[in-house]
T-cell receptor, first 114, second 117 residues
Framework: DTGVSQNPRHKITKRGQNVTFRCDPI?????LYWYRQTLGQGPEFLTY????????KSRLLSDRFSAERPKGSFSTLEIQRTEQGDSAMYLC????????????FGPGTRLTVT | AQSVAQPEDQVKVAEGNPLTVKCTYS??????LFWYVQYPNRGLQFLLK??????LVKGSYGFEAEFNKSQTSFHLKKPSALVSDSALYFC???????????????FGTGTQLKVEL
């Protein structure tokens, strides 16, 4: 399968702990996006990379959140000092860029903060 | 700021009947519109997009969508629904003021489609 993959698929953590999620985009895609989805809502944009450069961050992305894409391939999203409000599905998407506008999503990582 | 609205939380249709899932949008400039489908515990799957050209766009799994500029709508349609089409459907619009040259999407709240035998 050559789609977008995300690990882990599920993460349960206690409030105050740090968590890190990984996303592997489709190999030839140079653009990578992170979204967050809560129950009953559509995905909300968090951040965007073109190759290794993080070019945009949402106001939703508090100082506790950090994302990297060190070699322009996989990306990690870290949440420090998790709070119960961080419980959500974290979705990664990638796209080819240029005039290809559609994004292809991974299966998501479901985070539960207890 | 751009936005999309999906006025129906749920749509129920009988298998074999045509289905419509509604979406209206608000953007400045020409809209780039998308439909995605989400099955339980899975990510979103791209169905189709409208960028320019013919107002009727065809996508995956027999779905199509009609772009109507005067009504600012982009309704998803299928001539004959299948039980396997039951899922959560999201309409999205490209953010036209995205910084950094990205194509971030703004999504609606989703419409649950239920196709019954």
């Amino acid at each position: 399968d050559t789609g977008v993959s995300q690990n882990p698929r599920h993460k349960i953590t206690k409030r105050g702990q740090n968590v890190t999620f990984r996303c592997d985009p489709i190999s030839e895609h140079n653009r990578l996006y992170w979204y967050r989805q809560t129950l009953g809502q559509g995905p909300e944009f968090l951040t965007y990379f073109q190759n290794e450069a993080q070019l945009e961050k949402s106001r939703l992305l508090s100082d506790r959140f950090s994302a990297e894409r060190p070699k322009g391939s996989f990306s990690t999203l870290e949440i420090q000092r998790t709070e119960q409000g961080d419980s959500a599905m974290y979705l990664c998407a990638s796209s080819l860029g240029g005039r290809t506008y559609e994004q292809y999503f991974g299966p998501g990582t479901r985070l539960t903060v207890t | 700021a751009q936005s999309v609205a999906q006025p129906e939380d749920q749509v129920k249709v009988a298998e074999g009947n045509p289905l419509t899932v509604k979406c209206t949008y608000s953007v400045s400039g020409n809209p780039y519109l998308f439909w995605y489908v989400q099955y339980p515990n899975r990510g979103l799957q791209f169905l189709l997009k409208y960028i320019t050209g013919d107002n009727l766009v065809k996508g995956s799994y027999g779905f199509e969508a009609e772009f109507n500029k005067s009504q600012t709508s982009f309704h998803l349609k299928k001539p004959s629904a299948l039980v396997s089409d039951s899922a959560l459907y999201f309409c999205a619009v490209r953010d036209m003021v995205s910084t950094g040259g990205g194509n971030k999407l703004t999504f609606g709240t989703g419409t649950q489609l239920k196709v019954e035998l």
